[in-house]
């Protein structure tokens, strides 16, 4: 076992000419939350589509719990513990909000039967069936959304797709969860419930969790560390409170 969760060596990588991320070093330790902040463009969602393997990085390393990551396939990399949301909220808008959750659970183990028993939906099948519809409503009773089970996800308001997706992203079992702007485009009750549920998890799932944020309030109140990023290099980091302080920092936000 790694003293860091996650731990990136210099990584990067460029589209054409452009460096949208260089140089990058970030070391998460166990059950922290961590944040990624930076302008628009910083980089930071392309970091994150390095760490779960939609792009293979141009320069650098990535090691999960010890573990080197980088360049392995989105499948892979899930399974060997990396779970996360997106920007703009994925989720299968036309299946009921149980089965968004129960598509996580898929590929776990404990949940799988032979080919031969789906397609002929024998006993295997309906068992492993039940068991992932437990699993899944037990996770929709810890986000409140149980109630809400068999409707489409798409008639859910918006916060609570949110937290639907954060569900099934935990479904897989994760070592690490990547929060993408998770707070964006909530209203202030929606973003502290958010605030609270990203504690609950931390301390609940024992999960670790990097977490890509425009809004300062929210980062100062969840996070004991920060990267801040600026066109794809960092600008500083550590403490919350001291890397925020950095002139660096205010100027790249207030500009200039
Ligand atoms: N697939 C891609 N091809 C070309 N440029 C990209 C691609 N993905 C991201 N970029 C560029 O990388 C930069 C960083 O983008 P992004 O990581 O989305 O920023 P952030 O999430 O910090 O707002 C931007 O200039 C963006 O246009
Ligand atoms: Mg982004």
């Known amino acids: 076992m790694s003293e860091f969760i996650l731990e990136t060596q210099n990584l990067g990588i460029s589209f054409g000419g452009l460096k949208a991320a260089q140089d990058v070093n970030i070391r998460i330790k166990r059950n922290q939350i961590y944040g990624l ?48 949301t997106f920007q703009n909220i994925r989720l299968f808008n036309n299946m009921s909000v149980v089965r968004n959750v129960m598509v996580g659970l898929h590929n776990l183990p404990e949940y799988k039967c032979t080919v031969w028993e789906s397609f002929f939906r024998l006993p295997g099948h309906f ?26 996800a798409c008639n859910l308001p918006y916060g609570k797709q949110r937290k639907l997706e954060i569900a099934r992203a935990l479904a897989t079992n994760p070592k690490l969860l990547l929060l993408d702007e998770p707070a964006a485009g909530m209203n202030p009750h929606e973003t502290e419930d958010l605030v609270k549920t990203i504690h609950f998890i931390r301390d ?37 409170k001291t890397a925020l302080r950095d002139p660096e920092v205010i100027r790249a936000y207030i500009g200039g």
Do not use: W
């Not at 628009?40 to 939609?54: D, H, Q, R």
């Open 127 to 152: 068992r492993a069936e039940k068991k992932m519809r437990e699993r899944a409503k037990e996770l929709l009773r810890i986000f409140g959304l149980e109630e809400e089970r068999n409707n489409l």
């Open 37 to 84: 902040i930076g302008p628009n463009g910083a980089g930071k969602t392309t970091i994150f589509n390095m760490l779960t393997g939609v792009y293979k990085p141009t320069t650098g390393k990535i090691f999960l719990d010890g573990e080197r990551i980088d360049g392995f396939a989105q499948d892979k990399i899930n399974h060997m513990g990396i779970a996360r």
């Open 204 to 240: 609940n799932f024992d999960m670790t969790i990097l977490l890509i944020e425009h809004d300062m309030k929210f980062v100062a109140s969840l996070c004991d560390e920060i990267t801040v990023l600026n066109f794809g290099t960092v600008l500083a980091e550590g403490d919350t």
